[in-house]
């Protein structure tokens, strides 16, 4: 079952403008990771926010995290082309002393196309 | 500092043969995991391995399997292959259990079943 439901599916915008994804999950975390993907390639890992954290920044990334609604948000600032790619959210890591061993639940992702 | 590595990069089997996928994950991370995705079901986890245990498994029947070597190294098979088994086979290393600090993706290896 899906954990993490990202929203929007599919997100297109011009160039330099600002970017947002929502991610839901249902059940408590340790951490909630995002990640990005270029064209069925690997996963990049953006960043890790846990459970004890609201904000956290990483360039131009800006991830918020509400536990008491149980939902992420990932802001990119002045998009760029290169951003296009699908974007996930993650639950299901553990602490940094263990945990998690189910694996990573992704949701189905964001497809974001940022038009030149 | 090198990736992940996973060997061969595409691969096209016949269904009813086996298939063996290697990982190299970083220099220094323990923790390997293996992912499949695909078109419909998304990303699934696998197995993951940490200090050459299997920790957990996901809900894949049992003609998946894996396994890691003293120096990290992980294998994942696939007996009898089937044309759903087609998809991007992922591996990922991370230096503790779990993912406490993030997993580090390799490019994948694209499984296709004729």
Redesign the interface.
């Known amino acids: 079952s899906?954990q993490g439901e990202e929203d929007p599916q599919a997100l297109s915008i011009q160039e330099g403008e600002n970017a947002t994804m929502n991610c839901s999950y249902k059940t408590s975390i340790?951490?909630l990771?995002w990640?990005r993907q270029n064209s069925?390639?690997?996963?990049?890992?953006l960043i890790?926010i846990r459970s004890n954290e609201r904000e956290k920044h990483s360039g131009r990334l800006r991830v918020t995290l509400d536990t008491s609604k149980k939902s992420s948000s990932l802001l990119i600032t002045a998009s760029r082309a290169a951003d296009t790619a699908s974007y996930?959210c993650?639950t299901?890591?553990?602490?940094?002393?263990?945990?998690?061993?189910?694996?990573?639940?992704?949701?189905?992702?964001t497809h974001l196309i940022i038009q030149p | 500092k090198a990736g992940?590595t996973?060997t061969p990069r595409y691969l096209i089997k016949t269904r009813g043969q086996q298939v063996t996928l290697s990982c190299s994950p970083i220099s220094g991370h323990r923790s390997v995991?293996w992912?499949q995705q695909t078109p419909g079901q998304?990303?699934q986890?696998?197995?993951?391995y940490f200090s050459e245990t299997q920790?957990?498994k996901?809900n894949f029947p049992g003609r998946f399997s894996g396994r890691q070597f003293s120096n990290s190294r992980s294998e994942m098979n696939v007996s009898t292959l089937e044309l759903g088994d087609s998809a991007?086979y992922?591996c990922?290393s991370s230096l503790?259990?779990?993912?406490?600090?993030?997993?580090?993706?390799?490019?994948?290896t694209?499984l296709t079943v004729v």
């Open positions: 899906q340790n951490n990771q990640y069925g390639r690997g996963l990049v890992h890790l996930f993650a299901g890591g553990g602490t940094d002393s263990g945990g998690g061993a189910d694996g990573l639940t992704f949701g189905k992702g | 992940v996973q995991s992912y998304g990303l986890f696998l197995f993951e920790r957990n996901g991007l992922l990922a503790g259990p779990s993912g406490g600090y993030g997993y580090t993706f390799g490019s994948g694209r």
